[in-house]
């Protein structure tokens, strides 16, 4: 193994040879990745938390644990709530996985 002091590099030569921990931390990597979209598209709009849950009839704690990269349970239809209640369109899209795909 080279030695490196790029995280994500080392991340990769620890995991390359485990694809179960590979796929845990990819679907983490989704998860932190969606939270910060939500935060960002809602703080961009002025809105705080408890506005955002006020306009999709649920509460603030709803919000805050769609906002929490760790959360796990996102479904389609909060997603599409939030995105309505943004004046913002959710899109999800399937895309082919590369038979030799470059995990860089």
């Not at 490196?4 to 679907?27: G, H, V």
């Not at 389609?76 to 913002?88: E, G, P, T, V, Y």
Request: glycine share 2%; net charge negative; no cysteine.
């Amino acid at each position: 193994m080279a030695k490196t002091n790029d995280a994500l590099k080392i991340l990769q030569q620890i995991t390359s040879e485990d694809p179960e921990m590979e796929e845990m931390i990819k679907e983490s990597s989704l998860n932190a990745e969606l939270a910060q979209l939500i935060y960002r598209a809602r703080t961009q709009a002025g809105l705080t938390q408890q506005e955002l849950a006020n306009r999709i009839g649920t509460k603030q704690s709803a919000i805050a644990r769609v906002e929490d990269a760790e959360y796990e349970g996102h479904s389609l239809s909060m997603l599409q709530k939030i995105a309505r209640a943004l004046n913002q369109r959710l899109e999800v899209h399937l895309i082919p996985i590369a038979s030799n795909e470059n995990h860089t």
